[in-house]
């Protein structure tokens, strides 16, 4: 199946146009849209002119779509259960948990169709390790900073220092 020229280089151009944008309207606040627009302009045409970019933007481009399908519903269910109004640590926890637990389990799917070794980390058993023990690292200081135990250590930490005074 022969693709349009045109198209090959424009779907290319607006995704890297897309995703350039929209990470800078997330963390650049204080910027005006032009500036932000004229970046992404500069980089998406950069990107386009690489052929080796676009070629591997091309052949990933069904688990690129994936990928951005699958986080548009998550946001979307971060809309439905109101995530930004929820004022209980514990529900965020839970959440934050359930989604961790589904992105790992559909990770750890697609691992197991593509056979590969990751550079620093190894095999996908290791990854799994890894994963591990970042996901009990982010609950651990979810719970400490948000639940009763961060309550609890400012209590004692000001008690600490009236009774030093």
Do not use: C, R
């Amino acid at each position: 199946m022969a693709i349009d020229p045109v198209m090959q280089m424009a779907i290319p151009f607006l995704f890297v146009f897309a995703v350039v944008f929209g990470v800078l309207e997330l963390s650049l606040k204080q910027w005006s849209k032009p500036i932000k627009a004229v970046i992404a302009l500069a980089l998406s045409f950069f990107a386009i002119t690489y052929q080796p970019f676009t070629s591997l933007l091309w052949a990933n481009m069904g688990n690129i779509l994936f990928f951005f399908i699958f986080m548009f519903f998550i946001a979307f269910l971060g809309e439905l259960l109101q995530w930004k109004k929820m004022e209980n640590p514990l529900e965020k926890m839970v959440v934050t948990a359930i989604v961790l637990f589904l992105l790992l389990t559909i990770g750890w799917y697609v691992i197991d169709l593509i056979e590969f070794d990751i550079p620093i980390v190894g095999d996908k058993d290791n990854l799994f390790l890894l994963v591990g023990i970042m996901v009990i690292v982010a609950l651990f200081l979810a719970t400490m900073k948000g639940g009763e135990v961060y309550h609890f250590y400012e209590t004692a930490k000001a008690k600490q220092a009236e009774a030093h005074k």
